[in-house]
């Protein structure tokens, strides 16, 4: 079964550190682009970061740059999103997805986080995963 699974979100005050993991059964995730997205109550889906599948490109939203690290574990199969001095607007559900074919550079381009998602653009996708940045 080809499927994406999230996991390492919680509850964490504001300047704290989560890690965030997306796991890939059924498929080579390093055959793919991966992106890590959020949405918050009330607002649009909007991507936060991405990895290319050719050359390890990374690309990142403005308002996580310098905060947010993405990174590939290819042995184990699973992407991740480190996130250092968390802020109350970080909160949100986080999904990663893959791009929508493989080997073809879809997603993780330079606009990736400048532009709006649309989920049928995209491969296969998370559950999501809560983030909460609270006091």
């Known amino acids: 079964q080809v499927q994406l699974v999230e996991s390492g979100g919680g509850l964490v005050q504001p300047g704290g550190s989560l890690r965030l993991s997306c796991a890939a059964s059924g498929f080579t995730l390093d055959d793919y682009g991966i992106g890590w997205f959020r949405q918050a109550p009330g607002k649009e889906r909007e991507g936060v970061s991405c990895i290319s599948s050719s050359n390890g490109n990374t690309y990142y939203a403005d308002s996580v740059k310098g905060r947010f690290t993405i990174s590939r574990d290819n042995a184990k199969n699973t992407v991740y999103l480190q996130m250092n001095n968390l802020k109350p607007e970080d909160t949100g559900v986080y999904y990663c997805?893959?791009?929508?074919?493989?080997?073809?550079?879809?997603?993780?381009?330079?606009?990736?986080?400048?532009?709006?998602?649309?989920?049928?653009?995209?491969?296969?996708w998370g559950q999501g995963t809560q983030v909460t940045v609270s006091s």
């Open positions: 997805a893959s791009d929508r074919y493989r080997g073809v550079q879809l997603m993780c381009v330079p606009s990736f986080s400048k532009v709006p998602v649309v989920r049928s653009r995209f491969g296969v």
